[in-house]
């Protein structure tokens, strides 16, 4: 593969650090060299409809194929098999990230331009065996109405899947992004840690929307880091609907314009034996900023979720708040939250609220006294806990997911 | 009859909250428990709803002639048994049309909820997340209406309600009464049983039914109020 030499020679210099850098320090510990970093490869197709059918199953159950987007990219292991660019306006770059290398020589400024490359050995990992990606720019004063959707599949066993997105949207622009990240089911032992960054330039705004249904052979660590200037914003939806065995995940946004705002909320699901860690965290660097993190997570069965949320602030006029609730529904599941609320300047104001509990008896009794039985009645409520109607996504994707939480429910108890 | 509990003992734990109570309701026919605050009226509705908590020591539900005593509560709701709460939870999340097209079987029922006084933006409000004491009444009373329950228990529809809002719940419970449904009708206060008229009284005290009568024994609850109850006789005489 053709790669531009700075690249080359950051992978190099990656990997020398590697061995002595440090272990992650949340999530469950796996061996990151156990996976086959060989890049598995496969071959374009032209139309959605010539996509292998357990690739459409996929992009299926994500429900992805149900929305109106201006494009699609869907990307199997090391390779973007397909790109629908239906309805893009000009002057929007949506690219395969190795070509976009390749043709934009100003990505290396992006490269690893907002997540520490130097953080932990998996920093390091992703930054000496990545491949694929999506690149994506908007161009100043675009607003999009409609989202552009990327759909990621991890489609061979034991593979580690390290694709590096980066998304770049101009001045005055707007864009929503959904991205789906799936396996399908016969996949055993894969990783996936896709890394994402995402740079918001003045008076810009980014939703980036993340559906990720797992098999449960699997480990995922997805990274991202987000830059944000002058009156930029910020909105993360993170869903996992089906968690893998071990998922860690932090994303940290960098308020660094004035007057920026970040929204990132997520919806996390525990199942089986599952080990999920995540987090979110905001820097407030820039004054007059702010920040709101929501989290909700249902632990099922013997499932372990520990909720991270972080806000740093270190400059007048800065906001924060958190709000981070969770659900124990399995007899031997486990929940924690760790609010952090970092105040380095006297003129923040930061909030967290978390509770942790089961379902109100109350409210079981009072949807059975109308004709629901014990399993619908739950899982409405479960449903209604993690209300996915409030991330203001596209009604097919709401409809969807919230079809696959009652569906869990109800299987799960 | 339609619908009697038969010497019902209720326990929570192991404290025996009801004891032998009994009481009837024929089809058509409004029955009123009425007794002061913390003498079980509310345990009585639960038990008869199926809440898990209360333990039935003793004592049958019967509704048509099948004994619904140890049905969960989603059976009883589907034969027929509905119950009113005197607090509906909040829910968050759960979105009141979505309750509503499941209880109303995706029937139309616009009519009926903006005759109870709700605009349509009340749909996609969560269910009685921020409703008035007003609205959660309504809104039992409306679910009552799509239900067509066999036997309604209304547990106080009409404490914390502006007068309005008891005129239209008043509406309500006349309206199931005439299309031969059974109406048990809990509260401490006589005003609601004075547009409504009930057939017979229960009053009930310390777990117990301790009168039984006619309209007439209102007005003497109106008049002495529970204390005299307390002392067993009074309300057995004229005058207090």
Avoid at chain 1, 203 to 229: C, F, K, Q, S
Wanted: aromatic fraction near 8%; hydrophobic fraction near 40%; charge should be positive.
């Amino acid at each position: 593969m053709k790669e531009p030499e700075w690249l080359t020679s950051l992978r190099k210099r990656a990997l020398s650090m590697l061995d002595k850098a440090p272990e992650p320090k949340y999530g469950a510990k796996i061996d990151f060299a156990l996976f086959d970093k060989n890049p598995v490869v496969h071959d374009e197709v032209s139309d959605i409809s010539e996509l292998p059918s357990d690739v459409a199953k996929a992009l299926d159950q994500l429900a992805l194929t149900k929305v109106k987007a201006l494009g699609l990219t869907v990307h199997v292991d090391a390779s973007t098999i397909l790109k629908e660019l239906l309805d893009v306006p000009k002057g929007v770059v949506i690219m395969d990230i190795e070509e976009a290398l390749l043709k934009y020589d100003e990505l290396r400024k992006y490269w690893f331009g907002v997540f520490p490359l130097t953080l932990n050995k998996l920093s390091l990992f992703h930054a000496a065996y990545s491949r694929g990606g999506v690149f994506i720019r908007v161009p100043r004063g675009m607003r999009l109405k409609k989202p552009i959707q990327s759909c990621f599949i991890v489609s061979s066993s034991k593979y580690a899947q390290l694709p590096h997105n980066i998304i770049i949207a101009e001045p005055e622009s707007e864009v929503h992004i959904i991205t789906g990240c799936t396996a399908p089911r016969a996949v055993k032992e894969a990783f996936h840690a896709g890394l994402t960054e995402v740079y918001i330039m003045k008076n810009a705004r980014v939703t980036l929307t993340t559906i990720e249904i797992w098999p449960y052979d699997m480990h995922a660590r997805p990274l991202a880091g987000i830059r944000v200037e002058e009156g930029g914003e910020f909105i993360e939806n993170y869903i996992l609907l089906k968690p893998p065995r071990t998922l860690q995940t932090y994303p940290t946004a960098v308020l660094k314009g004035e007057k920026s705002t970040c929204l990132m909320r997520s919806i996390l699901v525990g199942l089986k034996k599952s080990n999920v860690d995540s987090g979110s965290a905001v820097y407030l660097f820039g004054e007059k900023s702010r920040a709101k993190i929501v989290s909700r997570a249902v632990a099922f069965h013997e499932s372990r979720i520990a909720q991270r949320t972080k806000i740093w602030s270190t400059k007048p006029g800065t906001y924060g708040y958190v709000d981070c609730r969770g659900l124990i529904i399995g007899e031997k599941a486990s929940l924690s939250t760790y609010p952090a609320l970092i105040a380095d300047h006297k003129e923040s104001n930061l909030v967290h609220e978390s509770a942790i509990g089961r379902i109100a008896e109350e409210e079981l009794f009072y949807l059975m006294a109308r004709g629901l039985s014990e399993e619908e009645a739950t899982g409405l409520l479960i449903r209604g806990f993690l209300d996915p109607g409030i991330l203001n996504l596209p009604p097919e994707i709401t409809k969807e997911i919230e079809r696959v939480i009652q569906l869990t429910a109800e299987q799960a108890l | 009859m339609l619908f009697s509990v038969q010497r019902l003992t209720v326990a929570i734990g192991n404290k025996v909250i009801l004891s032998n109570v009994s009481i009837s309701v024929d089809r058509g026919e409004i029955v009123a428990i009425m007794g002061p605050n913390g003498s079980g009226k509310t345990t009585l509705a639960y038990a008869i709803m199926g809440h898990p908590r209360y333990r039935i020591i003793k004592g049958r539900v019967i509704l048509d002639g099948d004994d619904i005593t140890f049905l969960p509560p989603y059976e009883r709701a589907r034969r027929g048994v509905f119950l009113a709460f005197q607090h509906p939870p909040e829910i968050h999340g759960v979105k009141l049309k979505y309750l509503l097209d499941f209880i109303s079987k995706n029937k139309d029922y616009m009519n009926m909820f903006k005759y109870l006084g709700f605009s349509e933006e009340f749909l996609h409000r969560d269910l009685n997340v921020g409703f008035s004491g007003g609205e959660k009444k309504r809104l039992e009373v409306l679910q009552m209406l799509l239900m067509k329950p066999k036997i309604a228990i209304l547990d106080e529809p009409d404490s914390g309600v502006d007068i309005d809002s008891i005129r239209l719940i008043a509406k309500a419970i006349k309206k199931l009464a005439e299309e031969k449904s059974g109406v048990l009708l809990i509260t401490h206060y006589t005003k609601l049983a004075r547009y409504l008229v009930p057939s017979r009284v229960y009053v009930m005290f310390n777990g117990r039914i301790v009168a039984s009568g006619d309209v007439e024994l209102m007005n003497k609850i109106d008049s002495c109020g529970y204390q005299c109850i307390d002392i067993g006789k009074c309300l057995l005489e004229e005058g207090c």
